[in-house]
């Protein structure tokens, strides 16, 4: 599978030339060294939670995904905004586009306002995306591991990434750290995960991995 990081928490997969993207933020396009038609229509769209920085309604206008997926809280914002979405709820598993897509309970983080209904997905059992959240577990070959933020510790992160032991991680939720700091942020990732074996690969805007 190939995939692809459209920064901060803003990621592509593509099999069988079909395409599911997750959470296209503001965080994604407001540097404007990426417009949400860069990324062009995709198959299937998942929303974790409503934060601004993963659900950007202007851009899923632009985007025009076939068939977007979230959550009760996000699907009925999407009503409002004139898009159509199917729920779906912790626990259940949807197969759309040859993708099998589950969602898992995953409290967000605690932040200083009110905390949204977040969820994870595992994609095709083997791909995890957490959201905004430490408090789930799935086993996974490719964990996408959120390493900054108001809610994250780098070390907080790095034990949540030994304690699901995926083969490879792929850091996101880092939009918001200046590229000077990232690179060492990304060295202390890789020496620290390294020690379990767990393989680090950071990507930059639109470069690709297949795994």
């Known amino acids: 599978m190939l995939i692809r990081k459209y920064l901060h928490s803003c990621i592509l997969l593509e099999e069988n030339s079909k395409k599911i993207l997750i959470d296209p933020g503001a965080f994604s396009f407001v540097e404007k060294k990426l417009k949400p038609e860069d990324i062009g229509p995709v198959d299937v769209l998942l929303l974790t939670h409503k934060h601004p920085d993963h659900y950007f309604p202007e851009a899923l206008k632009v985007i025009k995904a076939t068939t977007i997926i979230a959550n009760e809280e996000i699907c009925a914002l999407l009503t409002q905004e004139g898009l159509v979405a199917e729920v779906i709820n912790e626990g259940e598993t949807k197969t759309v586009a040859g993708f099998t897509i589950k969602a898992l309970q995953a409290p967000h983080e605690p932040i200083p306002t ?98």
Not at 116 to 134: R, T
Not at 170 to 193: N, Q, S
């Open 114 to 211: 009110e905390c949204p209904h977040n969820l994870a997905f595992v994609i095709n059992n083997k791909l995890l995306h957490p959201g905004d959240s430490f408090r789930t577990d799935a086993p996974c070959e490719v964990l996408f591991l959120p390493i900054a933020g108001p809610w994250c510790r780098l070390v907080d992160a790095l034990e949540f990434a030994k304690t699901i032991g995926p083969k490879t991680t792929i850091p996101i939720h880092d939009g918001i750290i200046k590229e000077f700091m990232l690179e060492r942020m990304y060295a202390m990732c890789k020496t620290k995960l390294s020690e379990k074996s767990i393989v680090f690969h950071p990507l930059a805007l639109g470069e690709s991995v297949t795994l």
